[in-house]
């Protein structure tokens, strides 16, 4: 009788703690603001909130992408970064090169992980805008 009470008494000790750990579980959601500009056009402007553990920048672009498939964002290649958003194109134009870049914070990302949205990290109420960029090449070779 003894044991059968020892058994109950522990069934009862591990279903609890069972049931207080999941309690617990840490949520794996974020979330960030995001805003996509191209000059005076804003694409996106608004909270994005993510459920993957770890996420990046472009977990966010994926999620606007799946949530408003409205707004014609291109990946490139790798499918690491925005390529392109309508008329708004990643090209090279008389040494002027244009193209898509993000900042979190207010801060350009840094040298670690190349600019690629798959592999900046972003954490809880982050600010990330995506702006189209131009750069004069010919000022650089100078």
Known sequence: MKKLRAIALLLIAVLSLGV????????TETTVYLTIEAGD???YDNKVTVDVANPT??????????ADPDIP????DAQDSIK???EYT???EEGIAYF???SINGVLPDNQ???????QPVKEGDVIVYMYSSYDMTQAAG
């Open 90 to 92: 990643e090209h090279e």
């Open 20 to 27: 207080l750990s999941s309690c617990s579980a840490e949520t």
């Open 57 to 66: 920048v472009m977990n966010v672009i994926m999620e606007i992408m799946i």
């Open 73 to 76: 964002i291109v990946l490139n």
């Open 100 to 102: 898509w870049e993000y």
């Open 113 to 119: 992980t190349g600019g690629k949205a798959n592999a």
């Open 84 to 86: 392109d958003i309508g």
């Open 41 to 43: 056009d804003v694409f």
